[in-house]
């Protein structure tokens, strides 16, 4: 199980990491990189994805009936769905920016701003099964 839970890890490292460089552009940081620049976090963030659905469910097998009902896991899970919510909408957005710096929309900062929080709680509610729930 240690080679699981380091991949999982890994694997949130990677998902986690490229949609905050992502958000952080989004909400002005290194605003003189074009969006176009960032096209290459959607393969990392579904790479990340796959990797943590895969060991996500093997994980979950070892302990299903005790995690499938403690409120850590089910808030991690509803946290985690957020989240991958927000990817679809910021993939289209930037997608469809062209080449060159250019304003970003309101509601492109707030799904920034929902991402990073989500993720963040998607973390924080993993990390607290370990500590939570026996």
Same mark, same amino acid.
């Given at each position: %199980?240690?080679?699981?839970?380091? &991949? ?18 989004? &909400? ?29 469910? &093997?994980?979950? %097998? ?12 089910? %808030?991690? %899970? ?16 930037? &997608? ?39």
């Amino acid at each position: %199980m240690p080679v699981v839970l380091t &991949l999982h890890t890994t694997g949130m490292a990677v998902l986690v990491g490229a949609s905050w460089v992502l958000d952080l552009r989004l &909400l002005g940081i290194n605003r003189n990189v074009p969006l176009s620049a960032y096209r290459w976090v959607f393969r990392a963030v579904a790479i990340g994805l796959v990797v943590n659905l895969i060991t996500g469910v &093997l994980l979950f %097998m070892k302990n299903a009936t005790t995690w499938g009902t403690a409120l850590p896991f089910l %808030m991690k %899970m509803l946290f985690v769905v957020a989240s991958a919510a927000t990817i679809l909408p910021i993939r289209k957005y930037v &997608l469809n920016s062209g080449a060159g710096p250019s304003d970003i929309s309101s509601n492109a900062r707030l799904l920034a701003v929902a991402s990073i929080v989500t993720w963040s709680a998607a973390v924080t509610a993993g990390r607290l099964l370990a500590y939570l729930v026996p």
